[in-house]
């Protein structure tokens, strides 16, 4: 599968994001999206995919192992590729 053009570096600040902040910097890097989002859509689309990144960021701390910020590019630019390919109005699962 090849990533697209977007996905890579918005992966990779992600992976940054994870990698380098803390449970509650993560949580106010989310509420400043939420808090500039230009629509309520859009800002509905940051709300699901911050509480993803806060599931995520919860399961990497009990980890026993962190995976390096390369693993965790890979793993989200795989999770925003099947997002895209999904469709804006895909419902989420779960």
């Known amino acids: 599968m090849k990533a697209s053009d977007s996905t ?3 992966a990779r600040q992600m992976a940054k994001l994870l990698a380098s902040s803390d449970i ?3 949580r ?3 509420e400043r999206w939420l ?3 230009p629509t309520d859509r859009i800002r509905q689309r ?3 995919f911050g509480a993803k990144l806060l599931e ?3 399961a ?7 995976p390096s910020e390369e693993e965790l590019e890979l793993a989200l630019t795989m999770m925003l ?3 895209a390919q999904a469709g804006p109005d895909s419902k989420p699962s779960g």
């Open 24 to 26: 509650d910097e993560l």
């Open 81 to 83: 590729e099947l997002a």
């Open 28 to 30: 106010e890097v989310i």
């Open 35 to 37: 808090a500039e989002a």
């Open 8 to 10: 890579v570096p918005m």
């Open 46 to 48: 940051y709300q699901q």
């Open 60 to 66: 990497l701390a009990a980890a026993p192992q962190q």
């Open 56 to 58: 995520l960021k919860h």
